[in-house]
C-alpha cells in the first residue's frame, strides 16, 4: 500500500499506477469510480477528481463524460530489450544481491540532465549513485537522476529493501524507453567503487525512460566487462 506519507491524492495516483504496471488493468479496462475510490481511502471526493485529473494529463488514463475513467491506450515500444531488475536478476542466479548508497541529494539539474529530462536548467532533480553487488562482488554503479513529478517519494526509498528500477516500474508505469550499450573505461570514481582498475573495459548502459507526459529518469549502469555480460529478448 502506498506510504501513508504522500498526500492523499498522490496514494490514490500510486494505486492507480501500480494497478496498471503489473498489469492488473489493462488498456480500455474501467477504473473505479470516485465514489468507490473515496469509499476505499476514506477521502473527499474532491481529492479523487484531483487524482484522476492529473493521470488524465500525465496520459494514463482516459475520462468520458458519462462513461467514467478507463485506462488509456498506451502506445506501445516497437522493440524492447527485456532486461530484469538487478535484484531480482541476482536472485534468479541463486545468489544474494545487496546494495550500498554512495549519494542520494536532491540537486538542481544541469543543461545535460535537464536536457534529458525534458526540464529546464536548474529545475530540482534527485540524483542517487549506488553500488550493486553480487554475493559481495560489486557487479554495478547505478549513477541515476529522477524527475520529482514521476517519483515523488524517491528520497525516502529504502534502497537494501528495494532497487530504483523496480520502485519507477510501480510509481512511473513505462511508456517509452531508450537505451544505449557501449564498450567503455570507467570514470576513475566508478572504477573505484567496483573495485578494479582505471584501464579495465566496462559495459556501460545509459537508459532514459519515460512516464506519461514526464521523463522519469535518466540512469548510467557501469558493469565490470569481465564479469557482466547483458542477456535478453527483443519482441517487436
Known sequence: MPSSKMPAFERVKTFIKVQISVGAWRPGDAVPSEAALQQQFGISRMTVNRALRELAAEGLVTRVQGSGTVVAELHRISTTLDIRDIH?????????????VVQLITTVADARVAEALRLKAGAQVFHSVLVHFENGVAIQVEDRYVNPASAPD????????????????????????????EAALPRPEEAALLGIAPSAPCLVMTRRTVSGIHVASLARLVYPGMLYSFSGELQV
Do not use: K, W
Request: aromatic share 10%; proline share 5%.
Open 88 to 100: 531480482e536478476e541476482v536472485q534468479a542466479r541463486g545468489h544474494v544481491h545487496s546494495t550500498r
Open 154 to 181: 524517491y528520497m525516502d526509498l529504502d534502497f537494501q529493501a528495494t532497487t530504483p528500477s523496480h520502485y519507477l516500474l510501480a510509481h512511473a508505469p513505462l511508456t517509452e524507453a531508450s537505451y544505449t550499450i
